[in-house]
């Protein structure tokens, strides 16, 4: 083992601060713990990871206990340890999900761009629903298609289209295509591919 | 996915070929770890890249990109020319012995009945003989020079392992290796895995080179089998159940079909899809249609929905082509589109050719958004200087944005890619004054159902009959929705074996499909789902994970559809006479009276082995097909065919007909096409593991694991153009270009491909002009506007590129 | 956690004795290198659990994000591409603290308390008692902690002690998504790496190994390498890693001489030292404190 002069002085001096502080009454009983759990009765709730196909289950955590005076907000997820696939793991995109659960880039209110406009401005949802609907009763009574060229019945509606989402649940999934193909929508289509 | 992730863990072989499951299925790749430590399996990974997939893998194989075709062609003429096959599995189980139409040909890369200028077929040759009983037509030794394993033999001679090698650039010796592999699991007590994702399907060829996989594994004997199939990976949590529910635009909810315009009889219909058995005593199941179909339009359209008027028949919007995503900004690009929503989908970011997306969505009068993120689609108007350098004063577009909930925030199912159905629960209320995307489609339709009973309008019959019963209108609650689309009786609905007896009584849930009916006593608005909601309750929030077989199937765990199976085509899993070909891998099994086992029977339960039913009971012919028929847009038999860009410029098989002949290619897009002399390089388009498509670069956590857009190049590429590791590079295509930083590694080596050397570059999509990550070029800049020839998903995996030091 | 925090068998510039009697089982983290895809979900647990966010940097033209530990970031990806006999490996280190039975790092402490090593062998660092001299960074033979540039502590991982406290795993452990991270007692550890080692060997990896390196007196994380004979090629893993002359020596004969200077009236002098730290720390430390701000 070599050692210098330098290292030596360096030695000897971290030797005099280790024995001098206890030497010189600073406490011994310096505080060894862990850091507090930080689960400890958080309110826990089962859900599915929205990224991939696999699906894995996860267990969040929430500051609350569902008390009507407390609005809950998950501060922490993992890996549901019961899942048959996952037992327990998660991904990296998986185990950073409470940022996405709180990315300063949520979306918060209804908000409109008119044309030619270089800003959002934010309406109520009423505002918003009322717009759509117009929308889309104005384009879809001017370019129905009760018969095509030929004379069949064909009812379709061709200028207005619909692209649904790749993440939302079935439930959400359904009530759209019922509610997409009532208007005689056809260009339809999902995230399936890309 | 015919099997399911779990499953993974009982193959021999795992192949992970059109996909990198390691790094976009993390946790999903773990039964191949665990089927490697427990199960001694080889792992082999093809791909151009070394993936971290690769990464522990005991084979890496690399070829070009967009020849998948050519690789498992030359495996499946390995397997034929040295015998390797399950033979009894071949002869019993797939259309190997039956016996194709006269006029069927293969001629220098095309298929009889081709149309050169309508770039379709004529597929009246693709078929088989029929017999004076009207049947298809047999020989069972397999001889027949008409036969399909002799066409098979015949059209895949070509594909020599010189051919391969030639073609893909893989290394001769290595790809032998990879067959001799493949090849051991040709015995009943070995299985090979193929995995893959958007790796296959998203290339102009990229059904064809999923179906040559399903090939491979019919030939081995290996679908139907715990540790088989083919391996859809899908890439969204659920895209699979939005597909299942029909969210396309020719699709019903169940794989069900919309009617084409020349379709507007309802018998005609009905008739075109209940097909008729093709061989004797098949179970053909779709001969049911009507059932799933009456059901459907009972559920949508309840006493509207009558006998008398077909179940509102006329209502279903007819068809003159299909309207997919490529196709709609072709429209809106063409000005022929006014309105577009966009409900948890960002296409600015996720459809090839950013100019051509940004010029369409610029044309459209209103755009409306729905999602939980502040999106580049919802934002393609706003200047983001070089990222997306737009003028906002001269788009006119309206945009209605409205902000959704994420998972966290709402109840509900996703369908995983093992088709399971799982239940999640609410943990906390939305930021700000978001919904989730039930509560803003009802806001969207009662509105506008308003306007129609106030104001009339153009055919407001199906708007203003819409089934609504949901006990708070504008909030439908997902409990709702599910009891619905599982279905319930009507009337009530009489045992078939009893008629004194009721199965159920008038408003109960359905148990399954099987109980459906086609006299509108039963509702059910996806018929696949049935079983997920039923009198026992919520199905899909079940947690019981034992797993009695030890194989995997936990069958207490929520719902998979169809009738909670686990693994398709299970019965092929047993031998004509009803035993496991592997008493390891115990699935079902016939009892002597039933059907049994540790999965749900993927058979008609009570019909015996002698009664000679095929496993594959939705084909009218109860087999498996080698022989596509007319069910593919390019041909019968899948055949390699170049990228629209290929770094070749040729097709060394056919040098007449390089690319797919029967994919559709708008003509604007055909000047867009970039040549090698031009852009030399082959590039392919991909996520990474730290990184979820466009969302993550949202989220803090995964922006600081991967901050910033890079490109992936191979040393000796980077030698040629003096790029150092780190130095900002240029990637340019016939579109556009991008900036990022090089990444060069040892990982992508060049290929030795007919006569040249052939260098990739690989580019991730991650990054975008939104976001708390680095802001940068949507990597779609690059991408070309063709798709599949049958699916129509983006070429984003071939293209060309050439890059230089920025 | 009170019956944790008793279970102590040493803390740093101590010299009355730990209370000590009761035994824990020894724990262990086994990485398997061999099964490790580098997808950073160990990355991303750990911040997450921990509560630490590191910045958003940028791309170095390689795959490593972040590019070094950071009072932030107490585990990272090292990816190291390597030509062996086999062709081309990817190896893939997850590194961090190896809470080494003979911690440097508590050796070298002067802080009364700011270092415990628990009887279950977790080398925790208390940073309330952190007076931020540093001197546990130069005592790592495997060069981890790293001082904070925002409160002037040092930080590493701490094997989630607060997890394994009450009877969890540590996070990186519970999300590994392929089990290349596994978590128990040593000798279950043991077992274990030893069939991963079998399997390697049957793979052809001839010099599949376990790392559990002696110099400092074995780890409580513990690697499975492909290549145990040379695990310099997993980013400059040290292959016979000790503590630090400097911590050896003042341990053995120089505390009788630094006892000395003292009573011969340095306290200045080393006050001056424990709240500077030593040069080559100092400029450590000031770049680290650049780098945060």
């Known amino acids: 083992m070599q050692v210098t002069r330098r290292q030596f002085f360096k030695v000897c001096a971290a030797g005099i601060g280790t024995s001098s502080i206890a030497a010189l009454g600073f406490s011994t009983d310096a505080l060894a713990d862990v850091r507090e759990f930080k689960l400890t009765r958080s309110t826990e709730t089962r859900n599915t990871c929205p990224y991939c196909s696999v699906s894995c289950g996860l267990v969040m955590y929430s500051m609350g206990d569902k008390a009507k005076n407390a609005e809950s907000s998950i501060f922490h997820i993992e890996g549901d340890p019961d899942h048959p696939v996952n037992r327990g793991t998660l991904c990296p995109k998986g185990a950073a999900l409470v940022d996405f659960i709180h990315s300063p880039d949520r979306l918060r209110h209804p908000e409109y761009r008119a044309p030619g406009s270089r800003e959002w401005k934010r309406i109520s949802w009423d505002e918003a629903f009322e717009k759509v609907a117009r929308l889309m009763k104005d384009d879809r009574d001017k370019n129905f298609m009760a018969k095509n060229g030929e004379g069949a019945t064909v009812n379709r509606w061709l200028t207005t289209g619909f692209l649904a989402a790749s993440a939302s649940s079935n439930e959400s999934g359904y009530i759209t295509h019922k509610v997409v193909r009532s208007t005689g929508i056809l260009v339809f289509d999902n995230q399936a591919r890309v | ?806 | 956690m009170a019956l944790q925090s008793l279970d102590i068998t040493r803390r740093s510039a101590t010299t009355t004795p730990s209370p000590s009697q009761r035994k824990t089982q020894e724990v262990v983290k086994l990485i398997d290198v061999s099964k490790c895809i580098g997808c950073k979900a160990c990355q991303a647990a750990c911040m997450e659990w921990n509560d630490t966010r590191d910045k958003i940097g940028t791309n170095h033209g390689v795959l490593d994000n972040p590019m070094d530990l950071t009072a932030n970031s107490w585990t990272v990806m090292r990816y190291s591409e390597v030509e062996t006999g086999r062709g081309l490996e990817w190896l893939i280190r997850k590194d961090g603290c190896m809470h080494c039975a003979d911690p440097g790092c508590l050796k070298a402490c002067p802080a009364p308390g700011a270092i415990v090593q628990y009887s279950n062998g977790i080398v925790d660092f208390q940073e309330e008692n952190c007076i931020g001299c540093g001197y546990c960074i130069t005592g790592c033979p495997f060069n981890i902690p790293r001082l904070s540039g925002k409160d002037g502590k040092v930080y590493k991982c701490t094997l989630c002690s607060d997890r394994v406290a009450v009877g969890l795993e540590p996070a990186c452990a519970k999300t590994c998504p392929t089990g290349a991270i596994v978590f128990g007692t040593k000798d279950d550890m043991i077992h274990h790496a030893e069939g991963r080692v079998a399997d390697l060997k049957s793979r052809g990896f001839a010099e599949a190994g376990i790392y559990d390196p002696l110099g400092v007196g074995g780890t409580h994380v513990m690697y499975v390498l492909q290549h145990a004979d040379k695990p310099g090629i997993y980013h400059g893993l040290p292959k016979d890693p000790s503590v630090s002359a400097m911590v050896t020596l003042w341990k053995g004969a120089v505390k009788p001489i630094a006892s000395f200077a003292l009573a011969a009236g340095v306290f200045g002098a080393f006050f001056h030292y424990v709240t500077k730290g030593p040069n080559e720390v100092s400029e450590e430390i000031e770049k680290e404190f650049k780098d945060e701000k």
């Open chain 2, 1 to 806: 996915m015919t099997n399911h992730w779990v499953d993974i863990k009982n193959a021999n072989v795992i192949i992970v070929m059109g996909g990198n499951a390691a790094e976009a299925h993390p946790c999903g790749f773990k039964w191949v770890t665990e089927a490697k430590a427990h199960n001694h399996a080889t792992f082999v990974v093809v791909d151009p890249r070394f993936t971290r997939s690769a990464a522990v893998a005991d084979l890496y194989v690399p070829l070009r990109t967009g020849t998948d075709i050519a690789f498992l062609g030359g495996v499946i003429n390995y397997l034929l020319s040295r015998d390797k096959l399950q033979h009894e599995y071949v002869k019993a189980y797939t259309n190997a012995p039956f016996i194709v139409k006269e006029g069927y040909e293969f001629n220098d890369g095309l298929f009889s009945g081709y149309d050169e200028a309508a770039r379709t077929y004529d597929k009246s040759t693709w078929a088989y003989e029929a017999g004076p009983d009207g049947y298809a037509r047999l020989d069972v030794t397999m001889q027949h020079p008409r036969c399909v394993l002799q066409l098979l033999k015949k059209h895949y001679s070509r594909y020599t392992p010189e051919a391969v090698s030639n073609i893909c650039g893989t290394p001769g010796d290595t790809f032998l290796k990879v067959c001799e592999l493949i090849a051991t699991t040709s015995v009943p007590d070995r299985t090979l895995t193929f995995l893959y994702a958007v790796g296959w399907t998203q290339h102009s060829v990229g059904s064809q080179m999923i179906r040559t996989a399903a090939m491979v594994q019919l030939l081995l004997g290996n679908v139907g089998m715990a540790g088989g199939g083919v391996n859809a990976l899908r890439g969204h949590s659920n895209i699979q159940g939005l597909t299942d529910l029909g969210l396309m635009s020719n699709l019903l909810p169940g794989y069900l079909t919309l009617p084409g315009e020349k379709e507007t009889d309802y018998r005609k219909y009905i008739g075109a899809r209940a097909f008729k058995p093709l061989r004797p005593g098949q179970m053909d199941y779709w001969q049911n249609y009507e059932k799933f179909h009456v059901s459907l339009m009972k559920s949508w359209f309840g006493n509207a929905a009558t006998k008398d008027n077909n179940w509102c028949f006329d209502w279903l919007p007819k068809l003159d082509k299909i309207y997919d995503v490529l196709q709609a900004f072709e429209l809106m690009h063409q000005g022929k589109l006014n309105g577009y929503f966009c409900q948890g989908f960002n296409p600015l970011a996720s459809i090839p050719n950013k100019a051509k997306l940004t010029a369409a969505l610029s044309r459209l009068k209103y755009l409306v958004v729905i999602d939980p993120l502040d999106t580049e689609t919802s934002c393609f108007w706003e200047n983001h200087g070089k990222y997306n350098d737009v003028d906002p004063a001269r788009i006119q577009t309206e945009v209605i944005r409205m902000p959704s909930t994420c998972f966290a925030e709402e109840n509900g199912s996703l369908t995983n890619s093992g088709r399971w159905l799982q239940w999640h629960y609410r943990g906390a209320p939305p930021p700000g004054d978001a919904k989730p995307d039930a509560e803003i489609i009802a806001g969207i339709f009662l509105k506008l159902r308003d306007m129609y009973r106030k104001e009339g309008g153009a055919f407001p019959d199906p708007i203003l009959s819409l089934t609504w019963d949901y006990d708070i209108p504008h909030s439908p609650a997902p409990e709702e929705l599910a009891k619905e689309y599982n279905g319930k009786a009507l009337a009530d609905l009489a045992d078939p074996k009893d008629p004194a007896k009721a199965v159920l009584r008038k408003g109960q849930q359905l148990d399954g499909f099987i109980q459906l009916r086609a006299d509108g006593s039963t509702s059910c608005g996806c018929w696949i789902f049935s079983g997920a909601w039923t009198e026992k309750g919520n199905m899909m929030a079940r947690r019981d994970n034992s797993d009695p077989s030890g194989l995997g199937n936990t069958l207490g765990w929520a719902f998979a559809w169809p009738a909670n199976r686990r693994i398709l085509y299970n019965r092929a899993s047993c031998d004509p006479s009803g035993k496991p070909w592997d008493p390891n891998r115990r699935l079902v099994y016939w009892d002597g009276s039933k059907w049994t086992g540790f999965d749900v029977p993927d058979f008609k339960p009570d019909s015996a082995p002698s009664e000679g039913m095929g496993p594959f009971i939705m084909q009218p012919e109860g087999v498996g097909r080698l022989f596509a028929l007319d069910k593919m847009a390019e041909g019968p038999f899948p055949e390699h065919y170049e990228p629209f860009e290929t770094p070749i410029g040729t097709n060394p098989l056919h040098p007449k007909v390089i690319n797919n002949p029967a994919a559709r290619v708008f003509r604007d897009d055909m000047k867009d096409f970039g040549k090698s002399r031009d852009f030399p390089y082959a590039a392919t388009s991909y996520r990474v593991t730290e990184h979820f498509h466009f969302w993550t670069k949202h989220t803090r956590i995964s922006s600081i694991l991967q901050p910033e857009q890079y490109v992936e190049i191979g040393e000796d590429l980077a030698k040629e153009k003096g790029i150092k590791a780190g130095d900002r590079v240029k990637v340019r295509s016939k579109r556009g270009f991008i900036e990022a930083v090089a990444v060069v590694t040892k990982r992508i080596r060049p290929l030795q491909v007919n006569g040249e050397t052939v260098h990739h570059v690989g580019i991730p999509i991650h990054w975008g002009f939104k976001g708390i990550a680095r802001n940068g070029y949507l990597a779609n800049t690059l991408t070309p506007f063709v798709g599949d020839a049958n699916t129509q998903t983006p070429e984003f995996k071939s293209f060309l590129v050439n890059i230089e030091k920025a």
